[in-house]
């Protein structure tokens, strides 16, 4: 499971940002991956802003860490860190 600290603006007067429901990760391929290098696509860019899943469902699956970085500023890795590659 990815572990992120969150910047106070990513939190509302009640907490952190929630997102529940069924996301586009749940069955996606590349899910481990993104959770790995911290990457997002644009489904889970329309997940995160609408939670609308007719719109992220039709929405492509090529994951970014600019996307990742627009929809969580600031974020940062909690937590045991990835090996280096090739470590």
């Known amino acids: 499971?990815?572990?992120l600290a969150m910047d106070a603006d990513l939190q509302s007067n009640s907490g952190p940002l929630a997102l529940v429901g069924p996301a586009p990760c749940?069955?996606?391929?590349?899910?481990?991956?993104?959770?790995a290098e911290l990457?997002?696509?644009a489904a889970f860019h329309l997940y995160a802003t609408t939670g609308r899943a007719p719109r992220w469902r039709l929405a492509p699956r090529a994951p970014t860490r600019e996307r990742f970085d627009l929809i969580f500023p600031g974020a940062v890795r909690?937590?045991?860190q990835p090996s280096p590659k090739g470590a």
């Open 78 to 80: 909690i937590g045991p």
């Open 26 to 35: 749940d069955s996606c391929r590349l899910a481990a991956r993104c959770a």
């Open 39 to 41: 990457l997002a696509c």
């Open 1 to 3: 499971m990815l572990d």
